[in-house]
């Protein structure tokens, strides 16, 4: 697939928060989502020795926050003039779990292209294809006593 003006556009809005945003360790990474109606949101990633989230799941965040509806197309840039750079694993997870049509920007500066991220996630787990169905429990207004497997019930004064 090829890069049209919109996506063009979508790098160049996540490359002048990069500029903008990411002088410190803190802050490397700059992403910019766009949602189905146009609207463009962006994030920086928060870099923490604990972890802390990358730049893709703070722009999520922040699309979130302001009510958008579904991202059609995400993008990451590094800090320093690094330009696009791809998401990481566990990005291209959350990415596909919240939006599983949504294309990812990614490949080198002279070939720019849009992905589904089911292409860069093949033979993926797919979280809710593994949620366990569990019946709810009749409400009695009684807080229920659980239930210990292999005991039996106390018999009745």
Not at 120 to 133: A, F, M
Request: aromatic letters at 6%; a neutral charge; one cysteine or more.
């Amino acid at each position: 697939m090829s890069m049209r003006d919109i996506d063009r556009a979508l790098v160049q809005a996540a490359t002048a928060v990069a500029k903008l945003r990411c002088r410190s360790d803190n802050h490397t990474v700059a992403a910019a989502a766009r949602t189905t109606d146009g609207r463009v949101f962006s994030g920086v990633n928060v870099y923490h020795f604990t972890g802390g989230p990358c730049a893709e799941v703070v722009a999520i965040g922040a699309a979130a926050t302001a009510g958008a509806g579904d991202l059609e197309a995400i993008v990451a840039v590094g800090d320093r003039g690094r330009g696009v750079i791809p998401p990481c694993g566990r990005c291209r997870q959350v990415l596909l779990d919240y939006f599983p049509s949504i294309k990812v920007i990614v490949g080198p500066p002279d070939a720019l292209r849009p992905v589904p991220v089911t292409d860069l996630l093949p033979e993926t787990y797919v979280w809710s294809d593994h949620q366990v169905e569990v019946p709810a429990a009749p409400r009695t207004g009684v807080w229920p006593m659980p239930v210990v497997p292999g005991s039996r019930q106390a018999a009745e004064d």
